[in-house]
């Protein structure tokens, strides 16, 4: 079982580089991101833009995406927290046409791969 998921969460991260090189023209839309739950547990994100706005991913189960959840550009702090209330905080400045996965892996882990679109 670990093996599956291990290579789900490869697959994953195969299709989000594919995606990232794929060719695509910027229109000045907003950031946006994503969770996506290989854990053992659920997890829930908040993200919180420069000037207070929040928006939260909530509940992903185990196995399951979230949907993309966009957001105004600047400096975004992602506020990830599992389950059992560890939290992993993460600020980052985001452009228009930026993407961010969230992945939190079969272990727990939390792993962040950033993308802006040309």
């Known amino acids: 079982m670990k093996l599956l998921k291990r290579f789900f969460s490869f697959f994953l991260i195969c299709l989000f580089s594919i995606h990232l090189t794929s060719c695509a023209e910027c229109n ?4 946006r991101a994503r969770v996506t739950n290989t854990g053992t547990e659920e997890v829930s994100v908040q993200i919180k833009t420069t000037d207070g706005n929040t ?30 209330n560890q939290e992993v905080i993460e600020t980052v400045e985001m452009d228009f046409c930026s993407e961010y996965e969230i992945i939190v892996n079969d272990d727990n882990s939390i792993i962040t791969i950033g993308s802006g679109v040309e």
């Open 28 to 31: 000045n839309e907003n950031p």
């Open 55 to 84: 928006e939260n991913i909530n509940n992903i189960e185990p196995g399951k995406s979230s949907e993309f959840r966009s957001y105004e550009t600047g400096t975004i702090t992602f506020t990830i927290v599992l389950e059992d």
